[in-house]
């Protein structure tokens, strides 16, 4: 059986693992996704292409790395949604993001731009970066 090591180098695209392609290694291998994020870190591989498009994009040093986008119009039930999930610390968690997303049939990416336009962070990355 392939180990995490071996299933994280074999992922990589220009030297870093993608977001999704770290739940494939985890959802092959039976882990949780934060073994992934975790075991990448100890490699010294980063993550990249964040579902959410928080991070991961290009240089964080001109701007160019998340993919985020204040939503300036929020449908009601994705801002209902939101603010039902936020957790004590006024974030919502990586996990409550995809689970709107699925509930809503909206892209992760819709979820991402509708919390940044409402002002709220999202936190608690299942991988561990955040």
């Known amino acids: 059986m392939e180990d995490i090591a071996e299933a994280i180098r074999n992922a990589l695209v220009d030297g870093e693992l993608p977001c999704a392609s770290a739940f494939v290694v985890a959802q092959r ?7 992934v994020g975790q075991a990448a870190d100890e490699l010294g591989v980063r993550l990249s292409k964040c579902q959410l498009g928080l991070f991961g994009y290009g240089s ?5 790395h998340r ?13 209902t949604a939101i603010r039902s999930a936020l957790g004590e610390d006024g974030k919502l968690s990586c996990i409550a993001a995809w689970q709107i997303a699925e509930k809503l049939k909206v892209s992760r ?3 991402s ?6 002002g709220v962070r999202i936190g608690q990355c299942q991988l561990g970066a955040f």
Request: proline fraction near 9%; charge should be negative.
């Open 29 to 35: 291998l039976g882990l949780d996704p934060l073994k």
């Open 60 to 64: 964080k040093a001109e701007g160019k």
């Open 67 to 79: 993919r985020v986008e204040p939503m300036k119009e929020i449908p009601t039930e994705l801002a």
């Open 109 to 111: 990416q819709q979820v």
């Open 113 to 118: 731009n509708a919390a940044e336009g409402m």
